[in-house]
């Protein structure tokens, strides 16, 4: 199973860019998830083909705000994953996130624009980064993908 992950969009609407991204790297994707920080839900009509688990963020309008629940829990061929944006300053950011799961195998976050992809005491980590690229990115776009197998792997991917 592939699952395309993006986070921090940022738009008011479906940009040329992340409809190349629906199309090429989420072509064969199960799932979409985003991570929040859609800025305005009609981001997700360039991902119109594909199921999609969003998650409302900090700089989310009212509308995503009222949509979209602020965190979600799937689970997937029987991992736990936790899907939520995040808050506060980047620097510990995860270690505020543990405390609003219990028992995952995957933690899907965005907020920083920074993409991490590790484990920690048996969980996966996982940012996306941030499509809108921003200065803790080093304004770099990026998107991740989840492979669940026997485990889940994550991969980066830088945009042009």
Not at 24 to 32: A, E, H, M, R
Not at 38 to 62: M, Q, R, W, Y
Request: net charge neutral.
């Amino acid at each position: 199973m592939k699952i395309g992950v993006i986070s921090d969009t940022h738009m008011t609407e479906p940009h040329p860019l992340l409809e190349m991204v629906a199309q090429t790297y989420f072509k064969n994707v199960d799932l979409i998830l985003h991570a929040g920080d859609l800025t305005h839900i009609c981001v997700l009509d360039a991902f119109k083909d594909k199921e999609v688990l969003a998650v409302a963020g900090n700089s989310d309008s009212p509308e995503v705000k009222d949509r979209l629940p602020g965190k979600e829990t799937i689970i997937l061929k029987h991992f736990k994953i936790g899907v939520i944006h995040g808050w506060g300053f980047p620097v510990g950011l995860e270690r505020r996130l543990d405390s609003s799961f219990e028992g995952l195998h995957c933690l899907v976050y965005g907020h920083s624009h920074r993409p991490a992809n590790h484990h920690r005491e048996g969980v996966l980590y996982f940012n996306p980064g941030a499509f809108s690229g921003g200065i803790f990115s080093l304004w770099r776009r990026t998107v991740g993908i989840l492979t669940i197998e026997r485990d889940i792997r994550g991969e980066i991917i830088r945009l042009p």
